[in-house]
């Protein structure tokens, strides 16, 4: 058994440190154990630009003298012998010699081998190195060396041949071999020198369906399904001594359809005859399934983006524009021309171009929606939001930009800011007038059924227009952000959540509420009365929407955004639930779900949730499944508790 590389002695003593050897040598090479390039000298730069990008050594030389494959072993066994090797890229011949570096690395301290003077025109030296003359005089000694190289190479190259011919007879590594290659998961079939099968694996038999015995014998060509103009190509390869490869589809003995990837190498013996043939057969049968659907869901997806009345821009993981659909160009007034081999940093510019006083997303949260107004080609409102895209081993791919032009809404949204104002005044009069025909009817003398038929009808209408107007002052008031004095203090969340159960009042209906607060110190900073009303209104929803008798359960949860600490008072339901689409217009002013008129409201109450819980610098979360129930969340965030002093 040959030694290992820790067994071999040091073949060369340098008397010169490494930084030493860095200047006296410029095309130097420092390679491991497993010949991958450590380092090298800065020389190589000027030969080759993307020299830096090659990581083994066999990538960029071919190596001439004294062996003719890289092997560390033979190279050490040779150091007195001179090294010749010949760079791909250039052409251009190196000489020197080998020798051990730190431990088990390799150097190769070589210099330039001119054999032609037209040489030295052609290639690119460090013309201002100090260390041309120590070249120069190596490149004469290593000519007389090589001389006598090449009279050893032809003795070496057959006792190689005859190396490999005696390592390839020797039974344990073929028994060994064999082992290796049947436990491959992919099908080898080994046939003669005249292409008839000798040998397969199990995994073979187990993908074709086909035993050993029924494939032994029989003729390569046969095994591949191909045409006849396919075989045909195939054996004239390997007469040439060259190898196929192809993608092929192969059917099992029972009929069933699969991908292969086949790679047919000859084998030649130390003469250079053929010996045997050796094919592979990868299975990529999943692969081209997924390619399939891939090529299939991209056409429906750039269909979808063409149809869609939104605009999306994409960006890969790099950077680089990848699609902009037809929408976005029309809604901003951008031309194609304008984003070709756009960068994302080059489109933020471009957006930026468009609406100056826009912030740029890339500044915030990448969930939250930027409103761009844009004069050019005509005044539009824009709501854009960004989302990064991950694979499913959650590696990030890219940057999806969504635009979706919100001119129609934002119009919508103003001219009913402007009727809450407008109605909260106008219902006033009605309001006053219904309070005022009340109180004489309570002065005035009626039987006792008349009056308390038309004091709970009167009653009745007053409170609903009182509610209504309440509301919208709320919202007109609350979107203004002003006119509206918030008084935002410390308050233990028990406290909060313990009043409002106790103003949460059902007559006749009995409801149970399944509550539970071990921890008794949190503590918000609200306005008390402002959260009392916004989770009441969620309360009186969860009521109104659910059966009567169903449980309704309030809990307390905590999470962390953006390196803060939240606190969510939750109220889940299990009543009738909602749609996806009715859960994105939720928080429409006047929208409501139910449209029977079977459950009273005004359509503003979770609206008027929203902007309280914006005001406390928090959100609401809304989730629901349809004839399932109903989950609301109003988030704060958490203080530390404050320790009474005794």
Same mark, same amino acid.
């Given at each position: 058994?040959?030694?290992?590389?820790?067994?071999?002695?040091?073949?060369?003593?340098?008397?010169?440190?490494?930084?030493?050897?860095?200047?006296?040598?410029?095309?130097?090479?420092?390679?491991?154990?497993?010949?991958?390039?450590?380092?090298?000298?800065?020389?190589?730069?000027?030969?080759?630009?993307?020299?830096?990008?090659?990581?083994?050594?066999?990538?960029?030389?071919?190596?001439?003298?004294?062996?003719?494959?890289?092997?560390?072993?033979?190279?050490?066994?040779?150091?007195?012998?001179?090294?010749?090797?010949?760079?791909?890229?250039?052409?251009?011949?190196?000489?020197?010699?080998?020798?051990?570096?730190?431990?088990?690395?390799?150097?190769?301290?070589?210099?330039?081998?001119?054999?032609?003077?037209?040489?030295?025109?052609?290639?690119?030296?460090?013309?201002?190195?100090?260390?041309?003359?120590?070249?120069?005089?190596?490149?004469?000694?290593?000519?007389?060396?090589?001389?006598?190289?090449?009279?050893?190479?032809?003795?070496?190259?057959?006792?190689?041949?005859?190396?490999?011919?005696?390592?390839?007879?020797?039974?344990?590594?073929?028994?060994?071999?064999?082992?290796?290659?049947?436990?491959?998961?992919?099908?080898?079939?080994?046939?003669?020198?005249? %292409?008839?099968?000798?040998?397969?694996?199990?995994?073979?038999?187990?993908?074709?369906?086909?035993?050993?015995?029924?494939?032994?014998?029989?003729?390569?060509?046969?095994?591949?399904?191909?045409?006849?103009?396919?075989?045909?190509?195939?054996?004239?390869?390997?007469?040439?001594?060259?190898?196929?490869?192809?993608?092929?589809?192969?059917?099992?003995?029972? %009929?069933?359809?699969?991908?292969?990837?086949?790679?047919?190498?000859?084998?030649?013996?130390?003469?250079?005859?053929?010996?045997?043939?050796?094919?592979?057969?990868?299975?990529?049968?999943?692969?081209?399934?997924?390619?399939?659907?891939?090529?299939?869901?991209?056409?429906?997806?750039?269909?979808?983006?063409?149809?869609?009345?939104?605009?999306?821009?994409?960006?890969?993981?790099?950077?680089?524009?990848?699609?902009?659909?037809?929408?976005?160009?029309?809604?901003?007034?951008?031309?194609?021309?304008?984003?070709?081999?756009?960068?994302?940093?080059?489109?933020?510019?471009?957006?930026?171009?468009?609406?100056?006083?826009?912030?740029?997303?890339?500044?915030?949260?990448?969930?939250?929606?930027?409103?761009?107004?844009?004069?050019?080609?005509?005044?539009?409102?824009?709501?854009?939001?960004?989302?990064?895209?991950?694979?499913?081993?959650?590696?990030?791919?890219?940057?999806?930009?969504?635009?979706?032009?919100?001119?129609?809404?934002?119009?919508?949204?103003?001219?009913?800011?402007?009727?809450?104002?407008?109605?909260?005044?106008?219902?006033?009069?009605?309001?006053?007038?219904?309070?005022?025909?009340?109180?004489?009817?309570?002065?005035?003398?009626?039987?006792?059924?008349?009056?308390?038929?038309?004091?709970?009808?009167?009653?009745?209408?007053?409170?609903?227009?009182?509610?209504?107007?309440?509301?919208?002052?709320?919202?007109?008031?609350?979107?203004?952000?002003?006119?509206?004095?918030?008084?935002?203090?410390?308050?233990?969340?028990?406290?909060?959540?313990?009043?409002?159960?106790?103003?949460?009042?059902?007559?006749?209906? %009995?409801?149970?509420?399944?509550?539970?607060?071990?921890?008794?110190?949190?503590?918000?900073?609200?306005?008390?009365?402002?959260?009392?009303?916004?989770?009441?209104?969620?309360?009186?929803?969860?009521?109104?929407?659910?059966?009567?008798?169903?449980?309704?359960?309030?809990?307390?949860?905590?999470?962390?955004?953006?390196?803060?600490?939240?606190?969510?008072?939750?109220?889940?339901?299990?009543?009738?639930?909602?749609?996806?689409?009715?859960?994105?217009?939720?928080?429409?002013?006047?929208?409501?779900?139910?449209?029977?008129?079977?459950?009273? %409201?005004?359509?503003?109450?979770?609206?008027?949730?929203?902007?309280?819980?914006?005001?406390?610098?928090?959100?609401?979360?809304?989730?629901?499944?349809?004839?399932?129930?109903?989950?609301?969340?109003?988030?704060?965030?958490?203080?530390?508790?404050?320790?009474?002093?005794?």
């Amino acid at each position: 058994m040959a030694k290992s590389i820790r067994q071999l002695n040091p073949v060369v003593s340098l008397d010169v440190q490494g930084a030493e050897l860095l200047q006296m040598f410029p095309f130097h090479i420092i390679v491991d154990s497993q010949l991958n390039i450590l380092e090298y000298g800065h020389s190589f730069k000027l030969l080759d630009a993307s020299f830096e990008d090659k990581t083994c050594i066999a990538e960029c030389f071919e190596i001439v003298s004294p062996i003719e494959i890289f092997c560390l072993n033979t190279l050490l066994a040779t150091r007195d012998e001179l090294c010749l090797l010949r760079h791909k890229a250039s052409g251009m011949l190196l000489g020197g010699k080998v020798a051990a570096h730190q431990g088990n690395n390799l150097a190769f301290l070589l210099s330039p081998w001119i054999a032609d003077t037209q040489e030295v025109s052609q290639a690119q030296f460090d013309r201002s190195s100090p260390h041309l003359q120590l070249l120069s005089r190596a490149k004469f000694k290593a000519l007389e060396s090589a001389r006598n190289t090449k009279r050893k190479l032809t003795v070496q190259k057959k006792q190689l041949f005859q190396a490999h011919a005696l390592l390839s007879i020797k039974e344990s590594e073929s028994r060994t071999l064999t082992h290796i290659v049947s436990m491959s998961d992919n099908s080898v079939v080994i046939a003669n020198s005249m %292409g008839y099968i000798e040998w397969v694996n199990e995994a073979y038999v187990k993908r074709s369906g086909y035993h050993a015995e029924e494939v032994l014998g029989r003729y390569l060509g046969d095994l591949l399904d191909a045409d006849e103009g396919a075989v045909k190509q195939i054996k004239e390869r390997l007469e040439l001594k060259q190898g196929y490869q192809a993608e092929l589809l192969r059917k099992t003995k029972s %009929g069933d359809a699969y991908w292969v990837d086949l790679d047919i190498e000859p084998l030649l013996d130390s003469q250079g005859n053929i010996c045997n043939y050796i094919a592979i057969a990868r299975d990529i049968t999943e692969k081209k399934n997924a390619l399939e659907f891939s090529s299939r869901l991209l056409g429906i997806l750039k269909s979808t983006f063409e149809l869609s009345p939104d605009g999306f821009v994409t960006f890969n993981q790099f950077g680089q524009l990848t699609w902009v659909n037809p929408s976005f160009l029309r809604m901003t007034g951008l031309v194609s021309e304008q984003m070709e081999n756009i960068t994302q940093d080059g489109f933020e510019r471009l957006i930026a171009s468009l609406c100056p006083e826009c912030d740029a997303v890339s500044d915030l949260d990448l969930h939250d929606a930027v409103v761009m107004r844009v004069a050019k080609p005509k005044l539009t409102v824009i709501k854009r939001s960004m989302r990064q895209a991950h694979d499913e081993n959650n590696r990030f791919v890219g940057t999806i930009h969504y635009f979706r032009d919100i001119t129609q809404e934002s119009e919508l949204h103003r001219m009913k800011g402007e009727f809450l104002s407008m109605a909260a005044h106008e219902l006033r009069t009605p309001m006053s007038s219904i309070h005022g025909f009340t109180e004489l009817l309570l002065k005035r003398e009626f039987n006792a059924e008349q009056q308390k038929d038309m004091l709970s009808t009167v009653h009745r209408q007053s409170t609903r227009l009182t509610k209504l107007i309440n509301d919208l002052l709320d919202l007109a008031k609350i979107e203004a952000r002003k006119g509206m004095a918030f008084d935002i203090k410390p308050y233990k969340l028990v406290d909060i959540v313990d009043t409002a159960l106790k103003e949460f009042v059902v007559n006749g209906e %009995g409801r149970e509420i399944d509550y539970l607060l071990n921890e008794q110190t949190l503590m918000v900073a609200v306005d008390f009365d402002k959260i009392i009303q916004a989770l009441m209104n969620v309360l009186s929803n969860a009521h109104k929407y659910s059966q009567p008798g169903s449980m309704i359960k309030l809990e307390i949860l905590e999470k962390q955004k953006h390196k803060k600490v939240y606190l969510g008072i939750s109220v889940q339901d299990h009543g009738i639930g909602m749609s996806q689409e009715h859960l994105s217009r939720l928080f429409e002013r006047f929208y409501r779900a139910d449209t029977s008129g079977n459950v009273p %409201g005004t359509g503003l109450g979770l609206c008027l949730v929203k902007e309280i819980m914006e005001i406390h610098d928090g959100w609401i979360d809304v989730s629901s499944i349809y004839g399932v129930g109903t989950q609301v969340t109003l988030w704060m965030k958490k203080l530390e508790a404050v320790v009474d002093k005794i």
